[in-house]
């Protein structure tokens, strides 16, 4: 199983930015899937997630600003960011698990076993 997340970069306070996350050896939409941030100093935090047939969860601090979706098709995760703030920097990781779990752990680390390398998004 591989994820390789794309489409970071440099984004201005107020812009976006959508994040890719294309999947191989893994299908999308099987299993609890999420988007996470690591900051500089901080823990590994984990903003947006979907799991199998439920709605997606989102970090307060990304409520309304970003939204996570999943091509079946091509097999990838996005996360479309909006209205990025400063603190909004970091390094995206996209994760899923293997495993069924249930829809409240889906935003905790210790819920995924396969792991991104990371795209950094840098605000400026």
């Known amino acids: 199983v591989q994820l390789v997340e794309s489409g970071g970069g440099s984004v201005q306070a107020g812009g976006s930015l959508t994040l890719s996350c294309a999947a191989s050896g893994w299908t999308v939409g099987s299993r609890c899937q999420a988007w996470f941030r690591q900051a500089p100093g901080k823990e590994r935090e984990g903003i947006a997630a979907l799991n199998y047939g439920t709605s997606p969860v989102y970090a307060d601090s990304v409520k309304g600003r970003f939204t996570i979706s999943q091509d079946k098709v091509k097999n990838i995760l996005y996360l479309q960011m909006n209205d990025i703030k400063p603190e909004d920097n970091g390094t995206y990781i996209c994760?899923?698990?293997?495993?069924?779990?249930?829809?409240?752990?889906?935003?905790?680390?210790?819920?995924?076993?396969?792991w991104g390398q990371g795209t950094q998004v840098t605000v400026s």
């Open positions: 994760a899923a698990s293997r495993t069924i779990v249930i829809p409240s752990v889906c935003l905790q680390p210790g819920a995924h076993d396969v």
